[in-house]
């Protein structure tokens, strides 16, 4: 039983410490305007993982990855380097084809582009900051005030330089 209670409220601390994220937030015109690698993220969404349309948006990927067809939930990953991949779900009838989650190395936000290894200074002086649970900061791009579809740009605390872009959907 004290475990259970230590348990509960373990999860009510970091849901409190979850809902206390700060993002820049963007308008939905924004935030489809986003660019991965030069193209609109709608673009890619329009896709919808078809092999052809992703290779006619960015050429053959040096990996593809497909699982989960035999249990009808077919999911397909892009791998075009290291840092740049692009995941979708949703692949069997009758889900939706969505992405669930890229990184990639080049971002373009707000007409801005950033890539990794630049400063995170190139967005601007007004950005918020992110502390995540590490103790470490990020920056967060999300679609209004909501929880999911983050863009979250991570960088080097003591020289500025990010490492690191992903896109999340949390469902």
Known sequence: MKNILKLIITLI?????QAQITANELTLEQFNNIKVHGVLKTAIE??????????ALFGTSYTL???GQDIGEHQRTFRYSDTFYIYF???SPPATPSIAHFGTDSIT???????????????GSNLIFSQGLTGLFSVIFTLGHSGCCPIIIRFNQE???????EYFVWT
């Open 13 to 17: 601390f970091i849901n409190n410490i």
């Open 46 to 55: 329009a896709t919808e993982g078809e092999i052809q349309q992703m290779e």
């Open 65 to 67: 990855e497909e699982v």
């Open 89 to 91: 779900e949703g692949l």
């Open 109 to 123: 936000i707000n007409g801005i582009t950033a890539n990794i290894g630049d400063n995170i200074s190139v967005f």
């Open 159 to 165: 020289t500025n330089i990010i490492t690191k872009i």
